[in-house]
């Protein structure tokens, strides 16, 4: 008898509801996995930028290297001053060699205390070359030493002789060591 009502009542159906076509169903699920993806990158970049800043501190990224002026690609350009003139003297070697250069130095452009410096100390600057070359045999004046040479005359200027400014550079208009 009890299976009777059941049988009896009212007949009750138990289905989904229809879907209403390819959109009803696929729309929600496409919603879902974007809301998955979107979570996901929110989550690693908000990781990545927590480590960086735990790992790296508050220090910026990249640092400056400072290039040292022989090792940039640009050179600066210089005034020359070329009052110096041509310097006769002889080496010192047994049998002395004749030395005749025309020595000009170069300074910064902008530098015009050094331009005034060279003029008032030429004549220091003068006998100072004619005692340099005057102590170098001619085998140390071969063209493979100038720029040795160049470099120990700029120095000795700089450190010896200047005191207000300095010169950058010294170039040789003509070397000629005639031997005897």
């Known amino acids: 008898m009890a299976d009777e009502d059941l049988d009896m009542g009212e007949e009750t159906t138990s289905t989904a509801p229809a879907k209403k076509g390819l959109m009803g169903g696929f729309l929600p699920m496409l919603l879902k996995w974007i809301a998955i993806a979107i979570g996901a990158i929110i989550v690693?970049?908000?990781v990545v930028v927590i480590t960086l800043n735990v790992m790296g501190g508050n220090t910026t990224a990249q640092q400056t290297i400072p290039i040292a002026e022989e090792?940039?690609?640009?050179?600066?350009?210089l005034d020359w001053f070329q009052a110096?003139?041509?310097?006769r003297t002889r080496t010192s070697d047994a049998v002395p060699a004749?030395?005749?250069v025309e020595v000009v130095l170069g300074y910064r452009k902008e530098d015009k205390a050094a331009s005034t410096e060279i003029t008032e100390r030429l004549v220091e600057i003068k006998d100072f070359l004619r005692r340099?070359?005057?102590?170098?045999?001619?085998?140390?004046?071969?063209?493979?030493n100038e720029e040795k040479l160049k470099i120990e005359i700029r120095n000795a200027i700089n450190d010896d002789i200047l005191s207000n400014s300095k010169i950058r550079d010294v170039r040789f208009l003509s070397l000629e060591v005639i031997e005897q």
């Not at 090792?71 to 350009?77: D, F, I, V």
């Open 132 to 144: 340099y070359f005057t102590e170098k045999t001619a085998a140390e004046l071969q063209p493979m």
């Open 71 to 77: 090792y940039s690609g640009r050179r600066e350009t």
């Open 84 to 87: 110096v003139g041509t310097i």
């Open 98 to 100: 004749s030395v005749m």
């Open 44 to 46: 690693i970049v908000t």
